[in-house]
């Protein structure tokens, strides 16, 4: 039978694997050997019992649906369960991979995902002595070579390394050292080949459902992120490139040194990002929180030369107040720099088209940009939509920067039991890496907007959002301007201007269709209309000789300076010839109903305009 013939294939496998590894990594130590074939056993002993169980479930469809929902239920929490335990038993990198499954909540039953989420608090804490000998191993020295004081127990914990604070022998800096569990040298390779062998047989018996990809994002990614050093010089490299970026609130720990195993940094400590009592307390805005930190990961995913940080959950995150900033009075800090990729510009700029259409609801380009960006067909498309935007497909193709409502998300759980689920499955399966690291980080701002309980809601990360793909995609026009000819070309010149533009307008249009009154109130241009006291508007025509003049000259007598003010700060906006020139700091979009009501139309669209260029 195939699946007596698979089982003895899988047993002849685990050992000739155990016994290779054991092999290569302690030749004839038999203890070694031991334990490898005791982490073998366990996989293989939960990996059948599992799949025999969903097999004899799944083939029973006599009863009805109700009671057969009861029946897969039970199934999955005792698969579940018997996986837990195993990943707590063989600790290392199963504890790893029990916490990227315990966030798969839009992938995984909720039996599996639930049962894993007590992974995320239990990971292994390495002896002080294991971590001695790791440093004699590593540089020669004992810890007290380096540092004059050195704390014993650990600050903080993960599934691959742990964090100990100490004081720089001879400059008494104090720093965070960052050490790698020393079992991980031991069982990494072993663990890597389980997990693949895990993955390959559940696809064989559940074609369905693929998550081979899951394995071959680990062998990727896990020996960057095992590599100390190459952290360090990606953390160096990051604050060098936000460095040139003014005001940005981003901080990222000085690196004094690093080996393969071992990280020496800067100490800097911070509250959760979604620590609402610490940033209420503080008079920390969680509007401007929730913006700096989708400018700082656009920046990333859009930015010429940087790179993407490819772990950005909340516990690489945190806030600090800082009264000493000019625009903002907090720092954003980011963590664990061990896993970055780049991301190709043609991959960059297609993906900006993307989001330009779909917020633009502009089916036809997101269809096109979709199969460009990911390859997905047209029949996968409404899944992709809604996967790369957490919203159902209505909205995606009508408005996406509207709030979710209750009935939306019980369309998408309704879907996901129709059997959205295994169709979601196999795209990811599909979708080029890079892209799944993209959409993770799209996750990250705005799950983090949605804790943070802004006041504006999406509409100014979609702002932000719409800035950064608008200049990627005019750069690419700039690009290929200079290919054709020089850019100060009269024509090519009023080209240039005039695809931005009207691009970059037809996004703003279609925002602020969506946005209530506090965020834009106008964004139409020159018209007949009648303003607030009745009179006929002029333009720059009927005399006036510049727009300060035109201002000037409808700007109530009585204005009072204090209608500007916002949250105990005062926002002046004085408008100069030929622009708008930012005095102070901006004035809120709360105010825009004042100027609805006493500018010119034409007046207000510039401003408007202007206004939300330097807000997002």
């Keep these: 039978m195939p699946w007596l013939k698979l089982r003895r294939t899988l047993l002849l496998s685990i050992g000739a694997l155990t016994a290779a590894v054991s092999f290569a990594n302690t030749r004839d130590d038999i203890k070694h050997g031991a334990v ?34 009861s029946r897969m239920k039970a199934c999955h929490q005792r698969c579940a369960d018997r996986t837990l335990r195993v990943l707590e038993k063989n600790g290392s990198l199963f504890i790893k991979l029990g916490q990227h499954l315990s966030s798969m909540n839009y992938l995984l039953p909720l039996e599996w995902t639930h049962t894993f989420i007590p992974l995320q608090d239990k990971c292994p804490v390495s002896s002080y002595e294991a971590v001695e000998h790791m440093f004699m191993e590593d540089t020669g020295q004992p810890i007290a070579f380096h540092f004059d004081d050195f704390e014993r127990e650990p600050v903080g914990a993960a599934s691959l390394a742990q964090v100990h604070l100490a004081t720089m022998k001879g400059s008494g800096a104090k720093v965070a050292v960052k050490v790698q569990h020393p079992a991980l040298k031991e069982w990494v390779p072993l663990d890597l080949a389980l997990t693949r062998l895990t993955f390959a047989t559940l696809k064989y018996f559940f074609p369905e459902y693929d998550l081979e990809w899951l394995s071959r994002e680990m062998e990727l990614s896990l020996p960057q992120e095992l590599d100390f050093a190459l952290e360090g010089r990606n953390a160096m490299e990051t604050k060098r490139h936000f460095a040139l970026i003014p005001d940005s609130p981003l901080i990222i720990p000085a690196v004094h040194w690093g080996r393969k195993r071992i990280l020496v940094m800067e100490y800097i400590a911070g509250h ?82 993307l989001w330009l259409s779909v917020i633009n609801a502009d089916e036809q380009g997101m269809r096109k940009y979709a199969r460009a960006v990911a390859g997905v067909s047209d029949e996968q498309f409404p899944l992709f939509a809604s996967a790369i935007t957490g919203r159902d497909y209505g909205a995606v193709t009508t408005s996406v920067v509207s709030a979710r409502s209750e009935e939306e998300k019980q369309v998408i759980s309704g879907a996901m039991g129709e059997g959205m ?22 996750d990250l701002t705005r799950n983090l907007d949605e804790s943070l309980q802004t006041r504006e809601g999406p509409v100014r990360n979609f702002l932000i959002l719409a800035r950064y793909c608008s200049r990627t995609v005019f750069r690419e026009q700039v690009e290929s301007v200079r290919n054709n000819g020089s850019v100060l070309w009269p024509r090519n010149i009023l080209g240039l201007l005039a695809a931005w533009a009207s691009m970059w307008f037809a996004v703003l249009r279609r925002l602020t269709e969506n946005a209530s009154s506090d965020c834009i109130s106008a964004l139409d241009g020159p018209q007949e209309t009648e303003p607030a006291d009745g009179n006929a508007i002029p333009t720059i025509s009927d005399g006036s000789s510049s727009w300060a003049e035109l201002i000037a000259d409808h700007l109530p007598q009585d204005t009072d300076p204090s209608r500007f003010e916002h949250q105990g700060k005062s926002h002046v906006y004085w408008i100069l010839e030929p622009a708008f020139d930012k005095c102070s700091e901006q004035m809120s979009m709360r105010d825009n109903d004042y100027i609805a009501s006493h500018f010119p139309v034409h007046v207000r669209s510039l401003y408007t305009t202007d206004l939300i260029d330097q807000r997002v």
């Design 36 to 69: 490898a074939v005791a982490r073998s056993g366990r996989v293989l002993g939960a990996l059948l019992m599992n799949v025999n169980d969903y097999r004899v479930t799944l083939k029973d469809v006599s009863e009805d649906e109700k009671t057969w929902n």
């Design 421 to 442: 689920l295994q169709q979601l499955v196999q795209l990811l399966g599909q979708v080029p890496r890079i892209i799944l690291l993209i959409l993770k980080t799209n």
């Design 272 to 353: 959760r990002m979604d620590d609402l009592v610490y940033l209420d307390s503080n008079n920390i805005d969680r509007d401007e929180v929730s913006a700096a930190l989708a400018r700082i990961f656009n920046e990333m995913i859009f930015g010429d030369t940087c790179r993407l940080h490819c772990d950005p959950h909340g516990g690489n995150l945190s806030v600090r107040k800082n009264d000493h900033r000019r625009r903002n009075n907090f720092d954003i800090i980011l963590y664990d720099h061990g896993l970055y990729r780049d991301i190709p510009i043609k991959t960059r700029r297609d993906y900006a088209k």
